[in-house]
């Protein structure tokens, strides 16, 4: 298996120079990355790639046993490394992707040196003490409307995840993103990631963290975003001025700014 087309892996930037590796949440694919990239290209060699199952990533390689774990996408991360020989890695993921860094740190710790957490969310469901924003119900509710009408499901759920009702666009290019996916595909990643709980596993984090979270976020409040930056020793929390589940797409700027000033302090 070529892993490089398996993940449609491209890689941009300056050869030899530190590097970025940001991936994509649930229903996305690396063009989620399109407004933030370029500006990070410009002084880091970035690394950009789709997990199995997502955008042009190779789909006879995806199976609901290894994907049905966050596991299963961490090792989609190690094995993108190990084929470009990367070390030293910024890994940057998105929602889920950042629990799926944490594992991949673990798995492979002398690939990465630091992580950054765009909206992370170790556990999405409540308990008595803690709040992930939603309730058993509630994800059991979400998990059922998304495998009785996928389509229905992302036209719905796309612009309240997306937020901006000012900015309709964005909403709707998060709901095209959603329904390129393949439905039973995406029945698995969706069940992997609102029912995963990764809490235990910050405690392993021992390499420079930085958590970005957004001042109105549904999917993540800031709660987690709390949570995560206590567990992690020494990490950082910057909250963006920026509303929804998606600031690379609409806070770009804000983004990109923060990401590059903390992995300049780490150069």
Excluded at 18 to 26: D, K, Q
Excluded at 148 to 176: K, Q
Excluded at 240 to 250: E, I, K, R, V, Y
Aim: proline share 6%.
């Amino acid at each position: 298996m070529d892993v490089l087309r398996r993940n449609n892996v491209k890689v941009t930037g300056s050869p030899g120079s530190p590097v970025v590796m940001p991936a994509h949440g649930f229903g996305c694919d690396q063009n989620m990355w399109r407004l933030v990239a370029p500006a990070l290209a410009e002084e880091f060699q970035v690394v950009l790639f789709d997990y199995v199952g997502s955008g042009g990533s190779d789909p006879s390689a995806w199976s609901a046993e290894r994907y049905g774990s966050l596991d299963g996408y961490a090792r989609d991360v190690v094995e993108v490394c190990e084929a470009l020989d990367l070390r030293d890695v910024a890994f940057v993921g998105h929602s889920v992707s950042a629990m799926i860094g944490v594992r991949a740190a673990a798995t492979a710790p002398e690939r990465f040196s630091s992580l950054v957490m765009v909206g992370p969310s170790p556990c999405y469901i409540d308990d008595d003490t803690y709040r992930g924003g939603f309730s058993a119900e509630d994800i059991d509710e979400l998990l059922e409307s998304l495998e009785s009408n996928y389509l229905g499901w992302s036209a719905t759920m796309a612009p309240v995840i997306m937020a901006n009702p000012e900015r309709p666009e964005l909403g709707e290019e998060l709901t095209n993103s959603f329904c390129a996916t393949d439905p039973a595909i995406a029945r698995v990643f969706a069940r992997t990631t609102f029912l995963s709980d990764s809490r235990a596993d910050l405690k392993s984090v021992d390499v420079p963290t930085l958590v970005l979270e957004c001042a109105q976020d549904v999917i993540a409040p800031r709660e987690v975003g709390g949570y995560v930056h206590a567990a992690i020793p020494g990490s950082r929390l910057i909250t963006l001025d920026a509303t929804g589940h998606c600031p690379q797409l609409s806070a770009p700027e804000a983004t990109t700014s923060a990401i590059r000033a903390f992995l300049r302090e780490l150069t």
